[in-house]
């Protein structure tokens, strides 16, 4: 596939390895080290950066995994070094409610990015209206858009923008799509809505900046990154490399290439516990077309169990497992041990 961007404006990018990184980060960042990124992404010119948990507003539990230093305090903090930049969080219905919404507002919340799995916009009514009762730019997240066709996720996406949404973003939480895939998607709500559209990419069949441009050639208002791709399973395309990329072709949205590389090599690269890459049980997730975030949980209970991983992503591909539902990662594992073992598998509940 080639791309024709010349219709194509600078977008507006969204970077986000202090929410999305949080992941691999395995929710540890410290105040100082989201100081440090946010003055470095600052600098170089990036409009908008998410901090939170890697779930979102709330996301901090047993299941999701606690975090290193309170969200609240790191938005805080963020909001602080900014000086151009607005600071942006993801709020999940079901797990973040008014009260962290209304806290992380007055800790300095500018942007608040709704997700919900692409065929649930229906449950975020309640959460685009408060944001709207606060003052917030709102942004809607259609995770796991592979999963269903463009008129679907149109329907959906609707419902987001008649609730409030700013934007509405294809999200590709696997990593599953090609670039056909981004594009038809994104060019269905373009042709449809009239809020602006974005994209969201993961990395997972190394695809990421890919499916990026053939958003953009099919209208794509926003993007996100994340420094050095850090976040779930193989990462997110680079927002170093879309700068890169985007100066090339002349829609550079005004972020300094020079010192958006200094911040992925100087600042954020030190601090991360390891580079994502398409290994193999990324390049799975994308094959299998799981949440992303099922990568980590796999490889332990995996390795727990004496099952490889990548069989238990493929099994929950299969059963279309979506966000929310990490028990089932249990549950298929001794279910694929006890059936290598020859016998029926006793409930993991």
């Not at 600078?10 to 440090?36: C, K, Y």
């Not at 500018?110 to 997700?115: H, K």
């Not at 890169?244 to 992925?264: H, K, M, S, W």
Request: net charge negative; hydrophobic share 45%; aromatic share 4%.
């Amino acid at each position: 596939m080639t791309w024709d961007l010349t219709d194509a404006k600078p977008p507006r990018i969204t970077d986000t390895t202090l929410r999305d990184g949080s992941h691999a980060h395995r929710h540890r960042f410290t105040e100082e080290e989201v100081r440090r990124v946010v003055r470095a992404l600052d600098r170089a010119g990036v409009p908008v950066i998410e901090v939170s948990h890697g779930d979102g507003l709330a996301g901090a539990s047993l299941q999701y995994g606690f975090s290193a230093v309170d969200e609240m305090r790191l938005i805080e903090a963020a909001r602080e070094e900014a000086v151009n930049a607005r600071i942006a969080a993801l709020m999940l219905p079901g797990i973040g409610t008014r009260r962290e919404l209304e806290e992380a507002a007055r800790r300095g919340l500018q942007v608040l990015r709704i997700a919900t799995q692409c065929t649930e916009a229906d449950i975020s009514e309640q959460h685009f209206g408060m944001a709207k009762e606060l003052g917030l730019e709102t942004v809607g997240f259609l995770m796991m858009s592979h999963m269903r066709p463009p008129e679907v996720l149109v329907e959906q996406a609707a419902l987001m923008e008649s609730y409030g949404a700013d934007c509405v973003y294809v999200v590709d939480s696997a990593g599953a799509m090609l670039p056909h895939d981004a594009h038809v998607r994104v060019r269905a709500l373009k042709e449809n809505l009239s809020c602006q559209v974005g994209f969201h990419a993961h990395n997972n069949l190394g695809l990421g900046v890919a499916n990026t441009l053939a958003a953009l050639e099919a209208g794509a208002d926003q993007i996100d990154g994340s420094i050095r791709g850090y976040g779930a399973g193989a990462g997110n395309a680079a927002t170093e490399l879309l700068v890169a990329v985007l100066d090339r072709a002349g829609l550079n949205p005004g972020i300094d290439v020079f010192e958006i590389l200094e911040a992925a090599e100087k600042v954020v690269a030190p601090i991360m516990a390891f580079q994502p890459i398409p290994d193999r049980d990324s390049a799975l997730i994308g094959y299998a077309g799981v949440y992303s975030t099922f990568l980590l949980h796999a490889k332990r209970i995996g390795a727990e169990l004496g099952v490889d991983p990548g069989e238990i992503l493929v099994e929950l591909g299969r059963r279309q497992a979506v966000a929310g539902q990490e028990d089932w990662i249990l549950r298929v594992a001794v279910e694929l041990a006890e059936a290598r073992r020859g016998r029926p598998a006793e409930s993991a509940a």
